[in-house]
């Protein structure tokens, strides 16, 4: 079953096409990467299906409902819950309530918050850091707070937008366990990433943008194997 | 709720004060610091917790009060019903000017928050017919004496404190905070901006309008160019959070008092004394630079850096 539908987005700005007739579906329970080029529309795309953007054409679907046009706090209402690529922690208020204040979105009371906030924290590794003033954290916990928070929302759906980047190689193999526990609780996932690495082990399947169009889909073997995303985007050595 | 013992000793020696047969200026000086400490804390929430800095609480506290002098000068009324009437009459001011200003960040609603309470004064000076424009309205004060006075103030008060407690450890508390700090990553994690800022600007405008209220019925006289007034007014609610502490429970309480008597302490003086608001000025440029989160808020840099200055070297 399709969870989110992506039909003709296109989005504008001025006479610059971010994002050009792009159609994918992200199935229920998968984690789909995002990849292509620096500019190709990845970031975009995920303002559109949020809400920070209102698409020039298309419409997004999310479980059959277009949500295309809806204020991101009604989107993330609804299911949908991001992270940002610059991360945007709420730096004077401790990590644990920065996640607290996302866990009152589906539990008004505040022990049905605080007990969401402790288990997100302990599935994200930061609890012991709860105390901390965010924006204290080294940059690797900042972008997992990122991720905690957007779960504290308890979404069925995450929208992950370079959740790996400047990560050193012991705090990747932190991040990829999490996205794993993620799935594992039937959350499906939408990933932008760079680190072909991270891509390649957790995504199920992947959609290749570039100047705003899509030009590939399928499964990480498929994609490796692809003579235009190679071109665009992967390189000879990945290619092989 | 934890740590109510403190605000109760301290509404305790607040209500004993008066037994102790203070001089009518002294109690004079307590009700105002009383006064401001409710405005303070009224703007602390929308400024403070919420992040939406206004510079035109005169506009609330304008309403509050000449809804109190409206009331009598029309209805004959006894201007204590103020207190009730100001309560929806500022409420719906909140509503529409959030609808209007709240939908602007940063400098422009600084801005737009100063020429409404500059645009209400000018229409109240010049609506003479309703207002009596600059004359202004008199009232018979209730009591000669300060007690009474002095309690109704203090009961206000505990009554904003209480509410701002509650609010800020709520739900809603947290949601002002996220705002704050980040209002695109509030949005993106659920949370309605729009309305949580509207909810923030009228609690706190109907707060600031009941200090306007009670200022009708102890001072006896209103005009617009006091209670609407950008310096005496909107500026002074500032300095009393910025001077105690921006975003603290107890930083208003404090800032208030230390405003109240420094004011009257530049006054007295000789020369210099015509000249406090430009000392006012001055004294927020140095909290500004040495204490950006206020006595309250940096008081831990404040001990440490005295603690040393007092250390034998």
């Known amino acids: 079953m399709s969870m989110l539908e992506i039909r003709k987005l296109s989005m504008f700005f001025g006479g610059l096409a971010a994002l050009h007739d792009v159609n994918f579906d992200v199935r229920q329970g998968e984690i789909l990467a995002l990849i292509g080029p620096n500019g190709a529309g990845k970031t975009t795309l995920f303002n559109c299906v949020n809400g920070f953007y209102n698409p020039s054409e298309g419409q997004v679907l999310f479980k059959g409902k277009p949500i295309t046009g809806l204020k991101p706090h009604k989107v993330c209402n609804l299911g949908i819950a991001r992270t940002f690529q610059v991360v945007k922690p709420l730096s004077r208020m401790s990590v644990f309530d920065n996640v607290l204040a996302s866990a009152f979105l589906r539990n008004p009371t505040r022990k049905g918050a605080e007990d969401v906030a402790d288990e997100v924290l302990h599935f994200t590794g930061l609890w012991d850091d709860r105390d901390q003033l965010s924006k204290g954290l080294p940059l690797g916990k900042r972008k997992r707070l990122e991720i905690a928070r957007a779960l504290a929302t308890q979404p069925e759906f995450l929208l992950l937008d370079e959740s790996f980047a400047g990560l050193n190689p012991a705090e990747l193999d932190v991040s990829i366990d999490i996205i794993r526990g993620i799935k594992q609780q039937g959350i499906t996932v939408m990933i932008i990433e760079h680190h072909m690495k991270v891509i390649m082990a957790i995504s199920d399947r992947i959609v290749v943008l570039n100047f705003g169009q899509k030009i590939a889909e399928g499964t990480p073997a498929e994609i490796s194997a692809n003579r235009q995303v190679v071109e665009a985007y992967l390189g000879e050595e990945h290619g092989a | 709720m934890k740590n109510n013992l403190a605000p109760l000793i301290v509404l305790a020696v607040l209500a004993a004060l008066p037994l102790l047969g203070l001089n009518s200026y002294v109690m004079h000086i307590l009700i105002l610091s009383i006064m401001w400490t409710l405005a303070g804390m009224a703007w602390n929430l929308l400024g403070g917790y919420c992040g939406q800095v206004s510079f035109g609480h005169a506009a609330f506290f304008g309403m509050g009060a000449y809804s109190a002098g409206l009331i009598h000068l029309h209805l004959g009324a006894s201007p204590w019903w103020g207190f009730l009437a100001s309560l929806p009459v500022v409420a719906l001011v909140a509503l529409g000017m959030g609808s209007v200003v709240l939908r602007l960040r940063g400098p422009y609603f600084v801005l737009a928050t100063l020429a409404i309470g500059e645009v209400l004064r000018i229409t109240c000076e010049n609506l003479t017919d309703f207002t009596k424009g600059t004359l202004g309205i008199m009232i018979t004060r209730t009591w000669v004496e300060k007690t009474q006075y002095y309690y109704i103030i203090l009961g206000l008060a505990a009554l904003a404190f209480i509410v701002c407690r509650v ?20 949005e993106s994690l659920g949370i309605d901006t729009t309305r949580y800022k509207t909810i923030a600007l009228t609690v706190s405008a ?31 609610i500032i300095m ?10 107890w930083g208003p309480a404090l800032g208030a008092g230390i405003m109240v008597i420094l004011a009257e302490y530049i006054r007295s003086l000789p020369l210099i004394g015509v000249a406090y608001q430009t000392m006012f000025g001055v004294l927020l440029i140095v909290i500004i630079i040495y204490l950006p989160n206020g006595l309250v808020g940096d008081w831990p840099v404040l001990k440490r850096k005295l603690l040393r200055r007092g250390a034998p070297a």
């Open chain 2, 167 to 186: 609010i800020v450890h709520s739900r809603w508390g947290y949601y002002f905070v996220a705002i704050r700090e980040d209002q695109d990553a509030a």
């Open chain 2, 206 to 236: 109907m707060l600031t309008g009941l200090a306007g209220a009670f200022y009708t019925n102890y001072m006896g006289y209103i005009d617009p160019g006091v209670v609407f007034s950008l310096g005496e007014i909107s500026i002074l």
């Open chain 2, 240 to 249: 009393v959070v910025m001077v105690g502490g921006v975003a603290t429970e």
